[in-house]
T-cell receptor
Framework: QQQVKQSPQSLIVQKGGISIINCAYE??????FPWYQQFPGKGPALLIA?????SEKKEGRFTISFNKSAKQFSLHIMDSQPGDSATYFC????????????FGQGTRLTINP | ETGVTQSPTHLIKTRGQQVTLRCSSQ?????VSWYQQALGQGPQFIFQ???????GRGNFPPRFSGLQFPNYSSELNVNALELDDSALYLC????????????FGPGTRLTVL
């Protein structure tokens, strides 16, 4: 059962534009939602995370928007740069019990200069 | 502060063999999780270790086993390797009361022939 669905699978954005990646989850017990950035040959790096008690969190050019009733959350990258070109994964987990992260399928983001 | 390290970087085995992968957690982190990432997919949770005991397991067969040592480093063992075990194996560590903030190592690329 796919518990976290991510879209789009791939995305091309012009330099300076806004990149938007969406995720939907099924398990209402999830209460921690991180985004990871992964470059080829590297492990995922934690970018930003949100808990369901807030609807938005911003860190620099990265913003997470969270809609608890729709069970959806999204990553917005403002002023996208070629260095942002990577694969992005959303994930979800429960903070009680085992800290098991359930990942989406990933979005390959390409920023054209 | 040293991040999560993994060894070896790459490994080639043949079907039926056994393999041991190693992970050193980030300083101050006492929980280690292992994930399997197939090509083009998101990481899948294998299991987690806390205080040297397994603290949750994903949908992986018993031939996947692990250990955590008193210094919080960890091993992943896979017996009777199958072709489908070819993947990037990721280790992630997290700090006490860190609400699931998991930091990943660079991974071990395992190829089974």
């Amino acid at each position: 059962q796919q518990q976290v669905k991510q879209s789009p699978q791939s995305l091309i954005v012009q330099k300076g534009g806004i990149s938007i990646i969406n995720c939907a989850y099924e398990n209402t017990a999830f209460d921690y939602f991180p985004w990871y950035q992964q470059f080829p040959g590297k492990g995922p790096a934690l970018l930003i995370a949100i808990r369901p008690d807030v609807s938005e969190k911003k860190e620099g050019r990265f913003t997470i928007s969270f809609n608890k009733s729709a069970k959806q959350f999204s990553l917005h990258i403002m002023d996208s740069q070629p260095g942002d070109s990577a694969t992005y994964f959303c994930a979800a987990s429960k903070t009680q019990g085992a800290q098991k992260l359930v990942f989406g399928q990933g979005t390959r983001l390409t920023i054209n200069p | 502060e040293t991040g999560v390290t993994q060894s070896p970087t790459h490994l080639i085995k043949t079907r039926g063999q056994q393999v041991t992968l190693r992970c050193s957690s980030q300083s101050g982190h006492n929980t280690v999780s292992w994930y399997q990432q197939a090509l083009g997919q998101g990481p899948q949770f294998i299991f987690q270790y806390y205080r040297e005991e397994e603290n949750g397991r994903g949908n992986f067969p018993p031939r996947f086993s692990g250990l955590q040592f008193p210094n919080y480093s960890s091993e992943l063992n896979v017996n009777a390797l199958e072709l489908d075990d070819s993947a990037l194996y990721l280790c992630a560590s997290s700090a006490p009361r860190a609400y699931n903030e998991q930091f990943f190592g660079p991974g071990t690329r395992l190829t089974v022939l």
